[in-house]
T-cell receptor, first 113, second 113 residues
Framework: DAKTTQPTSMDCAEGRAANLPCNHS???????VYWYRQIHSQGPQYIIH???NNETNEMASLIITEDRKSSTLILPHATLRDTAVYYC??????????????FGKGTLLTVNP | GAGVSQSPSNKVTEKGKDVELRCDPI?????LYWYRQSLGQGLEFLIY????????KSGLPSDRFSAERTGGSVSTLTIQRTQQEDSAVYLC???????????FGPGTRLTVT
């Protein structure tokens, strides 16, 4: 799987949008961008994924650049409960051992009151 | 709806004892995964089930570890003769199919004294 690079930490004010960047310059054409998060002492939680089009769900939006070398996860109105480590990974959706989830260091997002 | 549940939430055991950890996946999910996470560390893949069979047991650390899944539903991870290095949070996840994202349970925190 392609490697990803994320900032170690970020701060955001409650109620404001949180924009979390991720670089994945070696991504392959059949690799998807996935975002997960892990709130302290809880299991990981899937947030969103996409291939090349921007995606939006009830939790977040995912913006993928046209060259697919980077992406941004957007939490439109961050709350204190969004404080967590956010992981960006790239993985294919079929074949091989893509089912093995591997997280890097991730970004610790701290939402401040 | 009900998510992935795990029991017990916490388990303290003496070195050398056997432990059983249980996972109830989301109903209808055919794929089930076990991971463990040591303090401050990333995810360590243990085993993956498709239905009741385990195509990939490559992550099990030693022959003291075993897992089974019955009825395409509940799974049990058994650790025999526990050692202190087995202390970790054991996470179970399930997905509708191997191509879909995972839903994680809250984990079982195992402490071997």
């Amino acid at each position: 799987d392609a490697k990803t690079t994320q900032p170690t930490s970020m701060d955001c004010a409650e109620g404001r949008a949180a924009n979390l960047p991720c670089n994945h310059s070696t991504i392959s054409g059949n690799e998807y961008v996935y975002w997960y998060r892990q709130i302290h002492s809880q299991g990981p939680q899937y947030i969103i994924h996409g291939l090349k089009n921007n995606e939006t769900n009830e939790m977040a939006s995912l913006i993928i650049t046209e060259d697919r070398k980077s992406s941004t996860l957007i939490l439109p109105h961050a709350t204190l409960r969004d404080t967590a480590v956010y992981y960006c990974i790239v993985r294919i959706n079929s074949g091989g051992s893509n089912y093995k989830l591997t997280f890097g260091k991730g970004t610790l997002l701290t939402v401040n009151p | 709806g009900a998510g992935v549940s795990q029991s017990p939430s916490n388990k303290v055991t003496e070195k050398g004892k056997d432990v059983e950890l249980r996972c109830d996946p989301i109903s209808g999910h055919t794929a089930l995964y076990w991971y463990r996470q040591s303090l401050g560390q990333g995810l360590e893949f243990l085993i993956y089930f498709q239905g009741n069979s385990a195509p990939d047991k490559s992550g099990l650390p030693s022959d003291r570890f075993s897992a089974e899944r019955t009825g395409g539903s509940v799974s049990t991870l058994t650790i025999q003769r526990t050692q202190q290095e087995d202390s970790a949070v054991y996470l179970c996840a399930s997905s509708f199919s191997i191509r879909d994202w995972e839903y994680f349970g809250p984990g079982t925190r195992l402490t071997v004294t």
